[in-house]
T-cell receptor, first 115, second 116 residues
Framework: EPEVTQTPSHQVTQMGQEVILRCVPI?????FYWYRQILGQKVEFLVS????????KSEIFDDQFSVERPDGSNFTLKIRSTKLEDSAMYFC?????????????FGEGSRLTVL | GENVEQHPSTLSVQEGDSAVIKCTYS??????FPWYKQELGKRPQLIID?????GEKKDQRIAVTLNKTAKHFSLHITETQPEDSAVYFC???????????????FGGGTRLMVKP
């Protein structure tokens, strides 16, 4: 069964450093998402991406965050200057279409620890 | 925006008993309500979902009910087993721009513990 894959599984960084989290969505999916989950809390929406542009973003997704689809398979989340409060599990997800099925398939997550 | 509340935050049941988790949502335009199961350190995985044109859906031991008027939906697990122990999240998706995909708002989660 096709899966969303994410790398790295765990990254430790110093405050103020740039971090790039990588995702490979399921190949025939059209919509891509980033969510985050602070330890013990709910999963929160960050951003959705369709047709090579951001289609929706939350208040969390400020100027420190950016997303990119640099090639036909990868989807990346960049945090320009990490803060302690960016420590969380970041989940990439993809879906085939908005109306058909609608199921979001999540990756295993990238745990980011900011020291 | 949408707000989803989920109760209880923890639920402990004996193996074989039923478990019920409830969620309420705020946006009456929401039309898609999935439930995800998340085991410790793993990805959320869809276990069942329901659309606003349906009042109830069942898949073996799990069922979901939706009351659009009251804006609440519930997950029912019958004959619980120890492997059902996990955190369960409800979510709601409201229509948005056509290119926005399926932006989900999650509830706070319910830690279900099934005791053998």
């Amino acid at each position: 069964e096709p899966e969303v894959t994410q790398t790295p599984s765990h990254q430790v960084t110093q405050m103020g450093q740039e971090v790039i989290l990588r995702c490979v969505p399921i190949s025939n999916h059209l919509y891509f998402y980033w969510y985050r989950q602070i330890l013990g809390q709910k999963v929160e929406f960050l951003v959705s991406f369709y047709n090579n542009e951001i289609s929706e973003k939350s208040e969390i997704f400020d100027d420190q965050f950016s997303v990119e689809r640099p090639d036909g398979s990868n989807f990346t989340l960049k945090i320009r200057s990490t803060k302690l409060e960016d420590s969380a599990m970041y989940f990439c997800a993809s879906s085939e279409a908005r109306t058909r099925g609608g199921e979001l398939f999540f990756g295993e997550g990238s745990r980011l620890t900011v020291l | 925006g949408e707000n989803v509340e989920q109760h209880p935050s923890t639920l402990s049941v004996q193996e074989g008993d039923s478990a019920v988790i409830k969620c309420t949502y705020s946006d009456s335009a929401s039309n898609y309500f999935p439930w995800y199961k998340q085991e410790l350190g793993k990805r959320p995985q869809l276990i069942i979902d329901i659309r606003s044109n349906v009042g109830e859906k069942k898949d073996q031991r799990i069922a979901v009910t939706l009351n659009k008027t009251a804006k609440h939906f519930s997950l029912h697990i019958t004959e619980t087993q120890p492997e059902d122990s996990a955190v369960y999240f409800c979510a709601a998706s409201s229509p948005g721009p056509a290119n926005a995909g399926n932006m989900l708002t999650f509830g706070g989660g319910t830690r279900l513990m099934v005791k053998p």
